[in-house]
């Protein structure tokens, strides 16, 4: 498969100073530079079935906030690059900041409104520009902390709300705060999806539905970025693995 490498922001925002919000300018910087090294971008789905490079990069969003349109997207339209969002469905339009826990505090400050998520209108203007649109579930849920009835309708159920209003298969997910068990990764196969994505605190095998991103925080240098991102170690035995398996969903 090469390298395939998958990158993981949240917001982008000059002045937001939470943790996962990242300056425009560091974010330009950062594309830059692994596009300097020879990335070229893609979607995760094409990234994991069929790599555009033998250096693929994929720049994903959790949570659709509307800075991935307003300020992200032209960014990235500038350097040849599509991206992939993960949206939590009960929130996309609705007008009502997503202030689940590590977002809370920033309700009723001036910060609140980048905590909007977009609407399904621009989610389809993402899709009609070459980006994935995958689920970040309904309701932004631990779901470690759920039973299995409601892990099930969590992934389900986002799941079917994507594909009824973007007109095309839902074929990602990203488990909201990286944390999962094995209940979800069976609930995530068992509804159908062909790739999970998280950010795990330590090495991980890479494998179609427990795929480890880089995080990418508040303050952090193009070098740093790099830095970690060439960090990674993978064995090649669950490197092999992975291969094999993403050959076998892609048919």
Not at 68 to 74: F, G, H, I, Q, R
Not at 90 to 116: I, K, V
Request: with cysteine; glycine share 10%.
């Amino acid at each position: 498969m090469g390298d395939v490498l998958v990158l993981c922001y949240h917001g982008i925002s000059e002045t937001w100073p939470a943790a996962t919000s990242v300056r425009p300018g560091d974010f330009e910087d950062q594309l830059r530079a692994f596009v300097r090294r020879g990335y070229r971008g893609a979607t995760l789905a094409e990234a994991l079935t069929a790599p555009p490079a033998e250096r693929t990069l994929v720049v994903s969003f959790d949570d659709a906030n509307r800075s991935v349109l307003e300020l992200a997207a032209p960014i990235m339209a500038g350097l040849g690059m599509p991206g992939t969002v993960f949206v939590p469905t009960d929130y996309a339009g609705s007008g009502e900041p997503m202030g689940w826990e590590g977002h809370q505090d920033w309700l009723g400050t001036e910060h609140e409104r980048e905590l909007l998520c977009l609407g399904w209108e621009q989610l389809r203007g993402l899709v009609g520009e070459g980006w994935e649109v995958g689920s970040h579930t309904c309701s932004h849920p631990r779901l470690s902390r759920l039973d299995d009835a409601a892990i099930s309708r969590e992934l389900s159920e986002s799941k079917r709300v994507c594909e009824a209003e973007l007109g095309v298969p839902c074929r990602s997910l990203a488990y909201p705060y990286s944390d999962y068990d094995e209940r979800a990764v069976k609930a995530a196969a068992e509804a159908g999806y062909g790739f999970a994505v998280t950010v795990p605190r330590r090495p991980q095998s890479p494998l179609p539905l427990q795929w480890p991103r880089v995080g990418v925080f508040h303050g952090e240098s193009a070098n740093r970025v790099a830095l970690r991102a060439r960090s990674r170690r993978f064995a090649p035995s669950a490197a092999m693995r992975a291969a094999l398996a993403l050959r076998r969903l892609a048919g």
